[in-house]
């Protein structure tokens, strides 16, 4: 039976654990110790360390599109709510990057649990940007006679923003690369 705090502790001891030495280094005893709980604890909440994974990058994933969100729901044209949507993702993004050496294997790495998690926010975050080009095309602001095909291609072009990518350019780079992709984009995306 799920205990609900013991479940939460369990989650955020294995992603102490994962930030510092990474999944792989981490075995359950690691994560019942961190967390204060005994081995079998830990499997009566998750039936295995892939599970965990799982959840937290399922979660990590959850966090970006939820702030996506909020950026394509405020106030603006449709240019500007689209840098927000980027600018948005890119932040919480390089958060993580800052949580430890091994913070954004919960967003990228050739885990089963993670690629999931990733492939489900993907579906997302092309849904989002092709409601977005759909309505800023109804409102002849946008041109995308194709919204989701569009929105594909920018998930695509705005890749190099995401891990490992986005972690090689230099921090001080990040803005004004993102601000350059940002003017390339809409000079295709907007109605002249």
């Known amino acids: 039976m799920s205990d609900a705090p013991r479940r939460e502790q369990i989650l955020r001891a294995a992603e102490k654990l994962f930030a510092q030495q990474g999944a792989a280094r981490t075995t359950m005893a690691d994560l019942a110790r961190e967390a204060g709980v005994a081995v079998g604890s830990v499997y009566l909440e998750f039936s295995s360390k892939d599970a965990i994974v799982q959840a937290l990058s399922a979660a990590r994933h959850r966090q970006v599109i939820d702030a996506m ?61 092709a409601g977005l080009l759909r309505d800023g095309a109804r409102a002849g602001k946008l041109v995308a006679p194709k919204p989701t095909a569009a929105a594909r291609t920018l998930v695509r072009a705005y890749a190099v923003f995401s891990p490992p990518q986005l972690f090689e350019l230099p921090r001080d780079d990040v803005r004004d690369a993102l601000r350059a992709m940002h003017e390339l984009v809409l000079r295709g995306l907007l109605v002249r």
């Open 69 to 129: 969100r909020r950026a394509a729901g405020s106030e603006g044209s449709f240019a500007a709510r689209l840098k927000s949507i980027f600018d948005a993702r890119t932040s919480v993004l390089l958060r993580y990057a800052e949580e430890g050496t091994h913070a954004c294997e919960l967003v990228h790495c050739v885990s089963a649990a993670v690629m999931a998690a990733q492939a489900r926010f993907l579906e997302e975050e092309t849904e989002l940007l």
